[in-house]
T-cell receptor, first 109, second 111 residues
């Protein structure tokens, strides 16, 4: 599976949109981009995934560039409860999830 | 619908003792996984299973054994615990896609 690169940490003001970038320049055509988050001391939580098209669900939006070399997870109105480590994972179907360091998002009042 | 349940939630072991961590899922998932997470680190895959009666090694399998006798359960065993196995252990299950459901973790300390 392709390696992903994320900033180590980011801050966001409460109520504002949080935009978390992920670089996956070596992603192959059949690899999906998955996003998870891990709130302190809890198990990771699936957020969203996509292949080529932008995706939206009740938690977030995923924007994937046309060349698929990068993506952005958007939390439209961040709250204090969104403070967590966010993981971006490029994954071939049938392969195992591999977690890197992720981005530590701090939502501030 | 409980999802993924891990037992126990906390445990302190002495070096050399053995124990079994139990993971149970009620979503009829084929795939189950065991990860460990050390302080300030990402999750590392220990073992996984793609169906009842199957197991396979992950990234860091040494010192652990697993069994999947029933589809809904995935057991992780430590035969002779070492301080290096102090960690938080997470179990997860999935249908074989990247959308996995995780338990709340077992915090194990080996003294």
């Amino acid at each position: 599976d392709a390696k992903t690169t994320q900033p180590t940490s980011m801050d966001c003001a409460e109520g504002r949109a949080a935009n978390l970038p992920c670089n996956h320049s070596t992603i192959s055509g059949n690899e999906y981009v998955y996003w998870y988050r891990q709130i302190h001391s809890q198990g990771p939580q699936y957020i969203i995934h996509g292949l080529k098209n932008n995706e939206t669900n009740e938690m977030a939006s995923l924007i994937i560039t046309e060349d698929r070399k990068s993506s952005t997870l958007i939390l439209p109105h961040a709250t204090l409860r969104d403070t967590a480590v966010y993981y971006c994972i490029a994954l071939n179907a049938g392969n195992m999830l591999t977690f890197g360091g992720g981005t530590r998002l701090m939502v501030k009042p | 619908n409980a999802g993924v349940t891990q037992t126990p939630k906390f445990r302190v072991l002495k070096t050399g003792q053995s124990m079994t961590l139990l993971c149970a899922q009620d979503m009829n998932h084929e795939y189950m996984y065991w990860y460990r997470q050390d302080p300030g680190m990402g999750l590392r895959l220990i073992h996984y299973s793609v169906g009842e009666g199957t197991t396979a090694k992950g990234e860091v399998p040494d010192g652990y054994n697993v069994s999947r006798l029933k589809k809904q359960n995935f057991l992780l065993g430590l035969e002779s615990a070492a301080p290096s196995q102090t960690s938080v252990y997470f179990c997860a299950s999935s249908r074989g896609t990247g959308e996995a459901f995780f338990g709340q973790g077992t915090r194990l300390t080996v003294v």
